[in-house]
């Protein structure tokens, strides 16, 4: 699913909201959620998993086409890390998952 169909489906949903009021809630909770995790803090929404900051280590690699060492810095990435309700709703049928939504 990308934004765009997010967007969409929100919209079908949510009759009373413009489709210019829902891309703009979906681009403000999504800002929201960036601007989180890029001071460092933990973002759980229940039921559906956890975002969170990891640390990567310095560590040495090489260039592919030369075979030299290369020094890979140090590098923050985003983890996600889904909860038991989205693990259990992934991991059930189709017809199924269908009557949980």
Do not use: C, W, Y
């Amino acid at each position: 699913m990308t934004r765009s169909d997010l967007v969409v489906r929100l919209a079908e949903r949510f009759q009373q909201l413009t489709q210019r009021d829902t891309e703009f809630a979906v681009k403000t909770i999504l800002d929201a959620m960036s601007d989180a995790l890029a001071r460092g803090h933990r973002i759980e929404i229940r039921g559906f998993g956890s975002f969170s900051i990891n640390r990567r280590p310095p560590r040495l690699g090489r260039n592919p086409r030369s075979g030299a060492q290369v020094t890979i810095p140090e590098k923050l990435v985003p983890h996600f890390k889904p909860g038991k309700a989205l693990r259990e709703a992934v991991d059930t049928d189709p017809v199924e998952r269908a009557e949980h939504f």
